[in-house]
């Protein structure tokens, strides 16, 4: 479906992944609509050329003339916007979203959608340390990965679909997973690491410690600076993933804590052995 | 006495640091010398003008010679080379060194050295992932921290002597802390970062997890390509003060965790605020 530009797509959520999306797609030459909250992304967006036509209200026309509907929101505003409006939807349309946790939203979304509308969950994995349309870019995929999470409710076809619009939006790389494979992922590759830089920088509070510091420390806490209303949500809905992360995290701390205690020289550094062999893989190839 | 450029100075250890040193210093005219244990690495910085004398030999005139004598060696090799060797070095020289620990090896230097020898210590904070003399260059410590570490036992003309060293190398940042205060910064900044990258990095083994890594696991594990031998002598030179930051740490972590478990929203954003406003001093001025 999506090769076929005839067909109209609309972005619920214009913020900076729903404007990088809009930004590449009408260049593809669909036409491209948006609803979202703020008057101001929508005037930006028009004035720039990023869209074809946006709304901050519920526009029926806008919503059911759409084929394909991409939602860019925050998971609970995603769930209450199926719960609310999906009697808006075109019959046949298909929806997908850019949400970071999946087991807990696919399935809820899934089992309460019209049967004539199907959804297919991916996650983009891409972001900056700024938001909104205004930072929106049509570079901002190269290099990263686009993971399509189908259930046994999707057809080959949508997920075929949604596969095809990973590639056209420039990611490197796309591929399926299910959705408690994904949440494992996150859950140690991106929510692990953002609950131990939130961590590290709350955890000692001494004075003037910024004075001394270093690019370790510096790389270790960049994505301290966090959004909290985003990632407290994301934590909750992704928690028995994370949970286990966490538990394995501990864990491993705790042997480490325990062999410098006793100072088990050769413990250590069969550990930091195993930690470079293992940090080779994940270099940027 | 440093300004005074027809003094002598004797690198011992002729690595990354050492090299880096020896380069900046000889072209401010000193006569350089140095000794280390590989010829090739002599034999290099003569090829490349960094010294002007070096040998792998214990050479009484070249060390005898020295007014100013700075070890750049690992913490148990320099505590060794100052109880064996110390009777070789000139009387009213001044000695540095590098370590990146100071409790466990300043004031053993001190309490065993000659009455007529001092000894000033001092912490570059710099590095990189590379080692070796051949690596050394001139640009190291532009924007890094020179820690001089005094005790009871400093003469305020070393101090000075010391810090000037500090300036002339290209430091930015050129102060004194106690050897306690020193310790505990660098087990919080850089020795705890440091545990928590190699346990990020080995407490995972799940199979294909660098397909999908992004940035922000990519930074907290740059520091997980460690050298075994360096650190794990480092974390237990250092063993008291790294505790109780790793405490620290998992007490915070456990705090996040239990949170999680029960799905305090408003504590997990109050944290993640304070680390937001707490990591924005971190940032490079």
Same sequence: chains 1, 2.
Wanted: glycine fraction near 8%; hydrophobic fraction near 45%; charged fraction near 25%.
């Amino acid at each position: 479906m999506i090769v076929d530009v005839r067909k109209k797509i609309l972005i619920v959520g214009l913020g900076l992944l729903g404007g990088s999306y809009a930004k590449i797609l009408k260049r593809f030459g669909f036409h491209v609509s948006a609803i979202t909250k703020e008057q101001s992304s929508i005037d930006y967006a028009m004035k720039e050329n990023i869209i074809d036509e946006g709304t901050t209200a519920l526009d029926k026309r806008i919503i059911g003339d759409a084929d394909l509907v991409i939602f860019a929101l925050y998971p609970h505003v995603f769930v209450e916007w199926i719960e609310q409006n999906q009697g808006l939807l075109k019959s046949g349309a298909l929806i997908t979203d850019v949400t970071g946790v999946k087991g807990s939203i696919v399935y809820k979304i899934q089992d309460m959608l019209r049967s004539d509308v199907e959804f297919i969950a991916a996650h983009p994995m891409a972001g900056r340390e700024v938001s909104g349309v205004e930072n929106s870019t049509d570079k901002m995929f190269a290099g990263a990965n686009y993971i399509v999470t189908p259930t046994d409710k999707n057809t080959a076809e949508a997920i075929g679909t949604c596969m095809e619009l990973g590639r056209l939006l420039g990611f490197s790389n796309v591929v399926t997973l299910s959705p408690e494979e994904h949440d494992e992922m996150i859950g140690f590759l991106s929510q692990l690491t953002h609950c131990i830089a939130v961590t590290l920088m709350t955890c000692n509070d001494k004075e003037d410690m910024e004075k001394f510091t270093g690019d370790s420390f510096r790389d270790l806490t960049r994505i301290a600076r966090i959004n909290d209303l985003m990632w407290s949500e994301l934590f909750v809905a992704n928690k028995s993933a994370l949970l286990q992360q966490m538990n394995l995290f501990i864990d491993k701390f705790n042997e480490l804590k325990a062999m410098l205690e006793v100072e088990d020289i050769d413990g250590m550094r069969e550990m930091m052995r195993r930690s470079t062999e293992r940090r080779a893989l994940f270099d940027k190839k």
